[in-house]
Nanobody, 122 residues
Framework: QVQLVESGGGLVQAGGSLRLSCAASGGTFSGYTMGWFRQAPGKEREFVARITGSGRFTYYADSVKGRFTIAREDAKNTVYLQMDSLKPEDTAVYYC???????????????WGRGTQVTVSS
């Protein structure tokens, strides 16, 4: 049973930065695509970014492209999301997840963390 635990969320002013971490335990991490999603109040969960198992390829939602960077460190079973130039509309609970199939659809992910809150003030 894979467990994913996110950390690094918090309150930040617009234009600021945060780095989220997702630590995996209890199962296989390396070789799997890992993704970040977010869910704002009253909205559906949406794809943010994903990184392939090799770490060679990354994909981003248009809304975060150029501002967010996903990375992984397999030796630590950890995936990161560096978030720069944050905007109030980035406010959401951020989740990491392990993919069993390629793509941005949340149905392609089998294990999920409980999320970490990111709040961006204007």
């Amino acid at each position: 049973q894979v467990q994913l635990v996110e950390s690094g969320g918090g309150l930040v002013q617009a234009g600021g930065s945060l780095r989220l971490s997702c630590a995996a335990s209890g199962g296989t991490f390396s070789g799997y695509t890992m993704g970040w999603f977010r869910q704002a109040p009253g909205k559906e969960r949406e794809f943010v970014a994903r990184i392939t198992g090799s770490g060679r390829f990354t994909y981003y939602a248009d809304s975060v492209k150029g501002r967010f960077t996903i990375a992984r460190e397999d030796a630590k079973n950890t995936v990161y999301l560096q978030m720069d130039s944050l905007k109030p509309e980035d406010t959401a609970v951020y989740y990491c997840a392990r993919a069993v199939r390629a793509g941005a659809d949340s149905k392609n992910y089998d294990y999920w963390g409980r999320g970490t809150q990111v709040t961006v003030s204007s």
